[in-house]
């Protein structure tokens, strides 16, 4: 039986019905690569099931302490059972893209069942009328709850659910799939030991606050000591409201457009930026382009919120979760896509230096210092009541970006060939971007309020549009300097 960390707690406090706090993947699978050509359902269960010795965690379940008088436990199932965990669906003719999204959709809109381990994953056949999809393709969609994975744990969670071929040596087989250690059964406390253990803990958090309370102090004190002397940027915050900050509803909208990583580098280098400022610059382009076609750009520049991984700030510890978050301006209201583009490479570079900085990239875990009852009680305020919409700090949208493998993945022998992550949405912050690389595709997904986009595929439209845009630009600006090289080697060679 473990304690869940500080900020794992977190996200078990902010669940609520509108908002769950799962994210999620979806995996393409071309079945070729296979033994035979083809994979069976009864094969994945059993791939997965080999598998999860290696997450153990995948195998236990939330055990709350009574009252919510403190942090949850993981106590491991003892009636787990894989199947429940594992289903098998397939999309109605014509098995198209849309039907794809809309599924998709509406699997991610349903909370987890909190009294069971807090993972699913489907097993979607059908996908018959999909461009650029191999022959008998299937999909895989797992949802996992924040508390056991952030973005970059998520990683983990892939590289243990697949191998390197599709036939796995004997000697791997065995190292991985042999044997598996015996399911050791925990311990079930009573409510008088948890109890007990409450009392301590929160003797042991009074002197932890305390000294948390000084430290917070000395932070804030450095930067504001940077603020002043212009050392440490200050983020803008009084970015404008717009339709993606409305109260969060029950229903999702679910969307995805693949790019090739080496546009994406080609854009980088004919501009000087990062592979980050590009995909926030064809977020940033989408939005523009989307809110100005239903007439709702606001004229100054949008936010977004940009989670960072945390792990080397803050070095081992009980969470699962190592994610910090910080501003960043969108720069919505320039309307040159490069002078866009380089304004929001200062912005960028701007607000990894306040969070490498701020204590408020932390801003999270006071939801998992406080007691459950306090804080699941103020969440559920918060959401119920529409408090985001009084709040003067706007983000529009969220965009995470999470680098994948550069080599094969495969489940069950089949090769993954295209792979989408899904968020989380937050009361007042209906849009969610994930970018993710894998191999030579850089593919964007959208996950958002399905009132708030009521018209996903325009959207994606919109992300094509802004992505070519940069991407004619790039080659333009590419073509003279190459031309300038050609001519002074002809030079040279003539003088030679």
Not at 160 to 177: I, Q, T, W
Not at 374 to 389: E, N, P, R
Not at 471 to 485: C, I, R, Y
Request: charged share 20%; hydrophobic share 40%; aromatic share 8%.
């Amino acid at each position: 039986m473990k304690q869940l960390g500080v900020l794992d707690t977190a996200f078990i406090n902010l669940e609520q019905t509108n908002t769950p706090q799962h994210i999620g993947g979806l995996g393409i699978y071309d079945p070729s690569t296979a033994p035979g050509g083809f994979v069976r359902f009864k094969q994945v269960i059993a791939s997965f099931e080999q598998r999860l010795h290696r997450l153990p965690l995948f195998r236990t379940r939330l055990h709350e302490v009574p009252g919510n008088l403190d942090r949850p436990y993981w106590v491991v199932d003892e009636n787990f059972d894989v199947e429940f965990h594992l289903r098998h669906i397939a999309l109605p003719h014509p098995g198209d893209w849309r039907q794809l999204c809309i599924q998709i959709a509406r699997l991610h809109s349903r909370p987890l069942d909190m009294a069971r381990p807090l993972w699913e994953a489907y097993i979607i056949e059908g996908l018959d009328n999909i461009p650029e999809l191999p022959e008998g393709s299937f999909a895989v969609y797992t949802k996992m709850h924040h508390s056991l994975v952030d973005g970059a744990g998520g990683q983990s969670f892939m590289a243990a659910l697949h191998d390197l071929e599709p036939e796995p040596s004997e000697s791997v087989a065995d190292e991985y799939l042999g044997i598996q250690p015996p399911l050791v059964i925990d311990h079930k406390p009573n409510s008088g030991e948890l109890l007990f253990r409450a009392l301590v803990n929160q003797t042991k958090n009074t002197a932890t606050m305390a000294k948390g309370t000084v430290n917070l102090a000395r932070d804030f004190a450095r930067l504001g000591y940077g603020v002043i002397q212009k050392t440490v940027p200050l983020p803008d915050i009084q970015a404008p409201k717009t339709r993606f900050n409305q109260p969060v509803g029950k229903h999702r909208a679910f969307e995805a457009t693949t790019f090739s990583v080496s546009d994406f580098k080609a854009i980088k280098n004919a501009f000087n930026v990062k592979i980050n400022d590009v995909a926030l610059a064809v977020v940033s382009g989408a939005m523009r382009r989307y809110l100005q076609e239903i007439g709702e750009l606001p004229e100054v520049s949008l936010a977004a919120g940009i989670p960072m991984n945390m792990r080397s700030r803050r070095g081992e510890n009980e969470d699962n979760n190592q994610v910090g978050s910080v501003f960043c301006k969108l720069h919505t209201d320039i309307d040159d896509p490069v002078a866009r583009l380089q304004a929001i490479h200062q912005s960028a570079n701007d607000a990894k230096e306040f969070g490498e900085k701020s204590p408020l990239v932390d801003a999270l875990k006071l939801v998992g210092v406080l007691s459950p009852w306090f804080a699941k009680g103020g969440a559920k305020l918060y959401s119920s009541g529409k408090i985001s919409q009084h709040m003067p700090v706007n983000i529009s949208t969220v965009v995470t970006n999470v680098p994948g493998a550069n080599f094969d993945l495969y489940c069950a022998g089949a090769r993954l060939v295209r792979y989408h992550g899904l968020g989380v949405l937050t009361p007042g912050v209906g849009l969610f971007h994930a970018v993710f690389s894998f191999g030579d595709a850089m593919t964007i997904s959208v996950l958002a309020d399905r009132e708030q986009l009521d018209d996903p595929m325009k959207y994606r439209e919109c992300l094509e549009a802004s992505f070519a845009e940069l991407k004619a630009l790039a080659d333009k600006s590419f073509k003279p300097s190459v031309a300038k090289k050609k001519t002074a080697k002809r030079r040279a060679a003539k003088s030679s």
